[in-house]
């Protein structure tokens, strides 16, 4: 089973840390990829940058992913829309000398935004696919 995301639309990133050596993140990967019923495979990323911006994508039995995203210092957060109109959101989280990542796309699910009386908002998301992503630079 194949599951195709287009995910190269408008991403609002939130992540903060210091730009130092963030190109280093940059290379090929193999990759593990666990679909949400636990199905696991192992495929390939390749990741890219200009600049801050970075470009990760994902092949692999269970699912193939694209996402641009901005990286800042070890982590890289984006949401996006996905092929099928579905909201989705990726998180990945490069180790210190980025020679691994680890990271989830959560696709679909309800997301419900509270604000408590000091102004301080939480966001949920329940009934999402969520695939998690494990990378070793080759």
Known sequence: RILMYSLL??????????NGDIEKAAGNYEVT????SGQSAVGSASVTNSGDTFSIVIHSDVGDFA?????VGNELTTTFTDSSGSSATAFFEFS???STFTGTIQVGG?????????????????????????GIRL
């Open 9 to 18: 639309g408008a991403a609002t990133v939130m992540v903060g840390c210091d």
């Open 33 to 36: 990829v666990v679909d949400p």
């Open 67 to 71: 996402i641009v995203g901005t990286l």
């Open 96 to 98: 210190i000398d980025r």
């Open 110 to 134: 309800t997301t419900t935004t509270t604000e408590d009386s000091d102004g301080n908002t939480t966001t949920t998301t329940t009934d999402a696919s969520v695939y998690v992503i494990r």
